[in-house]
Every structure is written in C-alpha cells, then in structure tokens.
C-alpha cells in the first residue's frame, strides 16, 4: 500500500491534467476501491485533491510541509542517495538507526529521516533537539571502498551539499546568505541553521572502513528563538525565522540528497576536496578574517586563507606560518557571538 501511495502521489504530482481512477488502476495494477482509499488518505494529510466524475484526480495544493515516507519517496530522483528510506515520526537519534542500518545490511545511501529525535546527538558528546514539525534530521549510511583516512572529507562535502539545496530552497529570498563555518556548520545570516555528526565504524579486523553514517539537522520551520535550548538562543536561526518562509523538509531532503549524489561522485574522482574546493570555499565564512583556533595545545588566532585540497584550514598566524588545521573547534571573528 505504501509504494502504491508514493507512486499515485507522484503521478498526481508530474501530471497537469485530470488522471482518471482507470488509468491509477491499469498503471499500478491494483483495485478501484484501492486507488479510492489511497486518494483519501492523502486528503487526510493535507493534500488537496479534486475527484471529478468521469475526469479524474487532480492534485491541487499540497501541505506546505509535510514529512512521510510516501511524501520522500514520492519526491526522490537520485540514483542510490536515499533509494531506501526509512522514515519515522519519533526516534532516538537517526545516527544511532543508521549505524543498526549499517550492521544489519542495508545498502550504501539508506537514508533515516525522522519528525523528532528524543536522544538527538551533537558534536562533543552534546545533545541535539529536534522538535515536531521544525527540523530536518537525517542521516546517510555510505559504504566506501577508500581508506579511513579520507572519511573526514565526507562532512565537508555534506555540507557543501547542504548549502547548495538550502540556496536552492530559499532562492529569490532577500537578503539570505547561506555560509559554512569551517568544517560543516551551516549558518544563514551568521547564526547556525545545521551541525552534523559524522560516525564512523571499522571492520572487526580494524583495517577497512565498514560504514560511514552522516548526520544533519537543519532548522527549517521553527518559528521563532523560544524554540530553541536557551544556551543556542543567541547563535541558532532556521529558514523560516530568517526568510518567513515555510520550507517543505521533504523537498529540501530532496535537493540535499540530490547535491550530495553529485558532490560525492566529484570527491570520488580524486579521493579529496580539489574538484569540490571552489564551490566549497565560496561559502566558507570568514576567509581573510580573524579566526581563533581551540587546539587542545593551546588556543590561537590567525587569519584564514581557507581550505587545502585535504579539506584542512588553513591558518595564518601573526609571524606568517601556515598552519593546517584537521579538527577542533574553531571560531570565527562575526559569528556565534566572537566579536
Ligand atoms: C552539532 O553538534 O553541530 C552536530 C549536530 C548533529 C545533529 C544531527 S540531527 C540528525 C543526526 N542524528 C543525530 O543524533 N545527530 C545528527
């Protein structure tokens, strides 16, 4: 019933015209009384669609933000990115249902999405909330066949991916500027919209990569600062409160899974960031700015000249050296309250 869903919805969708109950039937292969239930199940979610005696179905408005299985799948056009979706309305933390994905075979580009994440994960052992109805949280499996030294690149190429679709999402919104902050935060008008956990496991031998899950939250819809933790207030900032817009998640997921299809394919091409390098520092924050750099070490400030084709900042101290930075947390002067 669920394929019959996703398929009927996006026939609806793709067709200008009326598409009658016969032709539903013929092209699925199933029951009149089938199509009809179908039909009102998509009402019942909020898709308006017009039945008229001896035309057909058309499909009229859709709910501006709906987020189900059938509403993703109807959508998607990758190749392998998110071919198999599983979609929940509560999880834990769709990191931790990827890395089971991982173990019980699921193939390379499952995709979990989930409504609201009660154990959400962040960066540092931190949490993550997603609330209903607000945030795309989702994560990938991938199954590489390169070595686990070139796992880290993968988050920088998710995040070029999730730049690239929220421009996508919010074109011709005035004043909007979609930025990274080095390595995979994404942040729109200089507060965050999206972090990302990146997980990887080994073969039991500990010499090959066994799977690679990446996670993103994008706050989409939330409607204003009260929704979020009072100790992100200040420096987090969704689509919405920053255009007005109500942003479809399923369409974003969409364009992010689109993205990432072709980025992946450029980084697979030479197993670094050189064919991404370009997109990816036209929107890196900050280059030619200040930036502090925690290393455990001891902390720094330098400028950045931005990334090499390992994905590594780079960093200018005072006395000239370049440094390369691979990890850590690193602040950047006119974000997240660093003045
Ligand atoms: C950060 O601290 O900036 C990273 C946040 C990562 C959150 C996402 S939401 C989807 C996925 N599932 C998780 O449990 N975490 C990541």
Redesign the pocket.
Known sequence: MKTDKTDILALLRNSKDYVSGQQLCDRFGVTRTAVWKVINQLKGEGYQIESISGKGYRLLEEPEDILSESEIASRLHTKWAGRKVYYYDVTG???NDAKRCGEEGDPHGTVVVADI?NA????RG?G?Q?LSGTAL???ILLRPDFVPDRASMITLVMALSVAEAVEEVLEGAEDAVTTIKWPN?IVLNKKKIC???TEMTMTPEMDEIQYIVV???INVNNGSPEEFQEEIRETATSLKIETGRQVSRAELLEKVLLRFEENYAVFLETLDMSGLREAYQNHLQGVGNEVRVLDPAGEYTGISRGINDRGELIVEKEDGERVQVYAGEVSVRGLYGYV
């Open positions: 933390s769709t990191n994440q959400g994960k962040g960066r931190r993550w997603t949280a989702f994560t935060d972090g990302m956990l996670g993103a939250g």
